[in-house]
């Protein structure tokens, strides 16, 4: 039998604030255990919440990104659930009536047609705090609670079972995970569990309109893992049912170590969070002004910027998609484009040159040594015909050690292209009569030695005569 795997996608998303969703500590990370909390965070009887503006900021704009429709009324709920990092005994949630609802992003993978993901919610909740086991955790060798996470502001996007195999998933995910970067509300960091996902899986028969029972995986923090989980996920539920077995709806873990899912614990077992109403926190009123202001705030995003840099500026869809993989990318890109560079040439050269040096560096492209104008002024000496391509990555290696200009590396090294022809021309007979026997070969048929006398005036040259001169000038001397 053929089977159909579903696959559904639960984000979460740790927003960029400086501050905790319900109270002003800090949420910066890495400081000493528990010196970031308050009563609130710290979730002390009669504390109460106060919600961050900025959180519902970067809620709606994730929302109006994503298609969404901002909730005019939200409310907060409470779900509550036992556990030592959870100090008040429940999360603030949203439950009913979440921020954003019924939005949907377009996912294409390769050689397929562009697909609709639809998102069910973006909700906003706070995160718990951490257990820290071993010397780390205070007198003695236990356990202790880090409380300095607990109240970090969290979104959490849930998509429909829409998805079909393990490559749309990871599209998906990496679709919204460029979203919220480029919004600037969240770092994006995956190893640091910024942003985290769990993976709803399922197999039915191909062909069927009833789902199969799903299995929800936690714990997958990469891109790849996520694709190893679900598809070591959607094996191990055909060949239980192959078996005669049944899948039953569970949580499970994901080991990278060994790319296999284990089970961590049964529907039975799961939580009956009761949720309801948070008494401390009143509906969260949303006017259409402030939807439409955060509407204009928005900045142009990836899918619209990749439209104009293929119908405007003529790069194909692949170059745009990649030259927009970052906002900072992108702006560099186009900062060249305005300096006077030729696009298709700007965009070849970051995808090359650029991202090269960058990674053996490893440096980022914000913090890049040679900025925009001087490679659009390093490309008009291309085009210019004062240096050759080769060259220009001669002095592009200097630019990014001196942070020169392309003009003065040029001068004080000597490097002007020789198009000169006579000059050209001498270089090519001293050549010639040197290698009397090559001559003789070509002229009797073996075409291949032309190459040969390329390379030599080349080298000849130092590298600075005119390619396509050399070739034009060999060519009629040789022909004799
Ligand atoms: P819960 O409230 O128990 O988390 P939801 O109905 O909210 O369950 O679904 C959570 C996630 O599971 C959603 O992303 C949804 O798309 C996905 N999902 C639901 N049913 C299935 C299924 N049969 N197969 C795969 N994913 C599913
Ligand atoms: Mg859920
Ligand atoms: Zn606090």
Redesign the pocket.
């Known amino acids: 039998m053929k089977y159909q795997p ?5 984000v979460h998303v740790q927003l960029l604030t400086d501050t905790k969703i319900f109270c002003g500590c800090s949420t910066k990370f890495g400081a000493e255990p528990n010196s970031q909390t308050c009563p609130v965070c710290l979730g002390l009887p009669g504390a109460l919440p106060v919600l961050n503006k900025k959180v519902v900021e970067f809620a709606i704009k994730a929302g109006l990104s994503t298609n969404c429709s901002i909730t005019p009324r939200s409310l907060f709920a409470r779900k509550n659930y036992f556990y030592p990092d959870l100090p008040k005994g429940y999360q603030i949630s949203q439950f009913e009536d979440p921020i954003c609802q019924w939005g949907w992003l377009d996912i294409k993978v390769d050689g397929e047609e562009t697909k609709r993901i639809r998102i ?1 919610r973006i909700h906003m909740e706070e995160d718990a705090g951490k257990l820290v086991h071993g010397e780390l955790s205070g007198p003695g060798d236990g356990s202790g609670v880090d409380l300095n996470r607990a109240c970090t502001p969290l979104l959490e996007v ?5 998805l079909r195999s393990s490559d749309e998933a990871v599209v998906y995910l990496k679709q919204l995970h460029q979203i919220v970067t480029w919004l600037g509300i969240c770092d994006g960091n995956m190893e640091e569990g910024s942003f985290r996902c ?1 993976a ?3 197999v ?1 028969p191909a062909g069927s309109s009833t ?4 299995a ?1 995986i936690k714990n997958v923090n990469s891109f790849k893992f996520v694709k190893q989980a679900i598809e070591y996920e959607i094996g191990r539920q055909i060949e239980l049912i192959e078996d005669g077995g049944t899948v039953v709806q569970e949580t499970r873990l994901f080991d990278p170590d060994s790319g296999t899912t284990r089970s961590m614990r049964s529907k039975e077992e799961a939580h009956d969070y009761r949720y309801f109403p948070d008494p401390d926190l009143v509906p969260l009123v949303i006017s259409d002004q402030w939807i439409e202001r955060s509407r204009q705030e928005l900045p142009e995003l990836p899918e619209q910027r990749q439209r104009r840099f293929t119908d405007d500026l003529g790069l194909t869809l692949y170059d745009a998609e990649v030259l927009t993989s970052s906002r900072a990318l992108a702006d560099y890109f186009e900062a060249g484009v305005a300096a006077g560079g030729n696009a298709k040439a700007i965009g070849n050269w970051i995808m090359g040159e650029i991202t090269r040096a960058l990674n053996d560096s490893g440096v980022s492209i914000e913090a890049c040594p040679v900025t925009p104008g001087q490679l659009a002024e390093l490309l008009k000496l291309i085009d210019i015909g004062t240096i050759s391509g080769k060259i220009a990555k001669t002095v592009f290696e200097e630019m990014w050690k001196s942070g020169k200009t392309p003009q003065s590396i040029v001068e004080e090294q000597g490097l002007v292209q020789v198009s000169d022809s006579g000059a050209i021309e001498g270089i090519i007979d001293e050549i010639m009569a040197a290698n009397a026997g090559q001559v003789e070969e070509y002229r009797g048929g073996k075409e291949k030695v032309f190459g040969f006398f390329v390379g030599q005036v080349m080298k000849a040259s130092r590298g600075k005569a005119n390619p396509s001169v050399v070739n034009e000038l060999l060519l009629s001397k040789l022909k004799g």
């Open positions: 579903v696959i559904g996608l639960e069910t849930v998509s429909e079972p829409d769990d709803n899986v399922s039915m789902l199969g029972t799903r929800e």
